[in-house]
T-cell receptor, first 109, second 114 residues
Framework: AQRVTQPEKLLSVFKGAPVELKCNYSYSGSPELFWYVQYSRQRLQLLLRHISRESIKGFTADLNKGETSFHLKKPFAQEEDSAMYYC???????????FGQGTRLTINP | GAVVSQHPSRVICKSGTSVKIECRSL??????MFWYRQFPKQSLMLMATSNEGSKATYEQGVEKDKFLINHASLTLSTLTVTSAHPEDSSFYIC??????????FGQGTRLTVV
């Protein structure tokens, strides 16, 4: 079974501080991991996926198979980063996409 | 990026009636579509996965006779909530994916059953 756990429902940090949103997963095969973001009153959009190894808007995430984690990090938070962040997992190919519970990130000025 | 259009964005219906929600991929072929339900302040709960031309695969606990999913073409999937009841009131979101590429999301449909 696929399972994604985001232990923090809420996370609040000051502008300029580092941010880390935690994500752990459970999957017996080779997973594809994603981070999606939902800004206020907007639809979900892809932030990054592990296979592309990109840095988007200053965010990075590394897949750690040993710890079954895919934490999202940004060294210096900005106010516009305030949003709902979801970690998601898919099996290889076009299999179902399962989401974690989400973390609401608030960046304080 | 690619666009997924979901319609309607809001619908109010009477208890006992059926409601159809459409999800269209506007500029790509959606070989797979996902339907989610989102309760207030909660995450997206996957209801079913559908591949074009074949029957949808429902998640455990989701009634397939209650939530009818049709994915007859590569650009359109529909979710029909049959004999709706107030407890079916929720936010329904569709997502579409072409092969193993990223999934794109619709804007969601707020269903209220009165």
């Amino acid at each position: 079974a696929q399972r994604v756990t985001q232990p923090e429902k809420l996370l609040s940090v000051f502008k300029g501080a580092p941010v880390e949103l935690k994500c752990n997963y459970s999957y017996s095969g080779s997973p594809e991991l994603f981070w999606y973001v939902q800004y206020s009153r907007q639809r979900l959009q892809l932030l990054l996926r592990h296979i592309s190894r990109e840095s988007i808007k200053g965010f990075t995430a590394d897949l750690n198979k040993g710890e079954t984690s895919f934490h999202l990090k940004k060294p210096f938070a900005q106010e516009e980063d305030s949003a709902m962040y979801y970690c998601a997992l898919s099996g290889q190919g076009a299999q179902k996409l399962v989401f974690g519970q989400g973390t609401r990130l608030t960046i304080n000025p | 990026g690619a666009v997924v259009s979901q319609h309607p964005s809001r619908v109010i219906c009477k208890s006992g009636t059926s409601v159809k929600i459409e999800c269209r991929s506007l500029d790509f072929q959606a070989t797979t579509m996902f339907w989610y339900r989102q309760f207030p302040k909660q995450s997206l709960m996957l209801m079913a996965t559908s591949n074009e031309g074949s029957k949808a695969t429902y998640e455990q606990g989701v009634e397939k006779d209650k939530f009818l999913i049709n994915h007859a073409s590569l650009t359109l999937s529909t979710l029909t909530v049959t004999s709706a009841h107030p407890e079916d009131s929720s936010f329904y979101i569709c997502s579409a994916r072409e092969g193993a590429f990223e999934a794109f999301f619709g804007q969601g449909t707020r269903l209220t059953v009165v």
